[in-house]
């Protein structure tokens, strides 16, 4: 199994986009975790702009759960908070990280995923993207913040 996070779009607008003559739809980061045959394992998730409920069906493609608004199962911060070690809750609280960010913390925490790089912030300037990682470096709850820095420029 894999955990990834990857894009989905919505049928929504941010404000900003709705006198466009090409409508710009918005998107959002989700986390999904991928089996081992390559197939999405389907999740309900709530757009973040909208609160439309959106069926996970495969990377980058959802369908929308028609005449659903509010649904109980989709995983929120809260549920994750009571999985994850007490100090990396105040580490991901303390960055505001959002939604998808807990679930890729919780998925490397239960599958042993140790020395995987969680991105806490990131922010390119002049072609160069900087931030920080959470690097998870073993049971039960040994971990480290970690400046990043890359260059972004294609030659």
């Known amino acids: 199994m894999n955990g990834l996070k990857h894009l989905i779009q919505c049928h929504c ?3 900003q986009y ?4 090409i409508p710009v739809f918005h998107k959002f980061v989700v986390f999904s975790i991928v089996d081992n045959e390559d197939n999405v394992v389907p999740k309900l998730v709530d757009c973040n702009n909208c609160g439309a409920i959106h ?3 495969e990377l980058g493609k959802s369908e929308i759960a028609v005449g659903r608004e509010d649904i109980k199962s989709a ?3 809260e549920d994750i908070e009571f999985s994850l070690p007490e100090n990396v809750v105040r580490i991901l609280k303390s960055y505001d990280v959002f939604l998808p960010t807990w679930e890729e913390t919780l ?3 239960d599958n042993n995923l140790w020395g995987k790089d969680i991105v806490l912030t990131r922010e390119e300037i002049s072609g160069v993207t900087q931030g920080k990682v ?3 470096l ?3 709850n040994l971990v ?3 400046s990043f820095s890359r260059d972004e420029f294609l030659s």
């Open 18 to 21: 709705r006198n466009r003559k």
């Open 134 to 136: 959470l690097r998870l």
């Open 138 to 140: 073993g049971p039960p």
């Open 144 to 146: 480290k913040i970690e």
């Open 13 to 15: 607008m941010l404000p």
């Open 107 to 109: 998925f490397a925490f």
């Open 55 to 57: 069926k996970i069906v």
């Open 75 to 77: 995983m929120s911060i």
